[in-house]
């Protein structure tokens, strides 16, 4: 069964972090790279992150560089986002799935709100 269940959301000030979870089905996080992405109020999706299945290649979208690192344990099949020096235009719903996307599924994301 297919499944991704994100968790670590909230509310935060500018300027704080939070650390996201995203515990994935086997079928879709086994060799699979897996990203993080995000979707804000009336944008489409986009990648954040992604780390390969050896976590040795990792890359982020330019406008999270240096503040948020992704890593990932193959042993519990979770991949994780640690968010630093959040600020407003990060508030979006984050999701984690394979990259690239191998089916339509999704989780239900977790929601982040930076206030300012």
């Known amino acids: 069964q297919v499944q991704l269940v994100e968790s670590g959301g909230g509310l935060v000030q500018a300027g704080g972090s939070l650390r996201l979870s995203c515990a994935a089905s086997r079928s879709i996080f086994s060799g699979n790279a897996m990203g993080w992405y995000r979707q804000a109020p009336g944008r489409q999706r986009e990648l954040v992150a992604r780390i390969n299945f050896g976590g040795g290649i990792i890359n982020y979208v330019d406008s999270v560089k240096g503040r948020f690192l992704i890593s990932r344990d193959n042993a519990k099949n979770t991949v994780y986002l640690q968010m630093n020096s959040l600020k407003p235009e990060d508030t979006a719903v984050y999701y984690c799935?394979?990259?690239?996307?191998?089916?339509?599924?999704w989780g239900q994301g977790t929601q982040v709100t930076v206030s300012s």
């Open positions: 799935n394979s990259y690239p996307l191998r089916g339509t599924y």
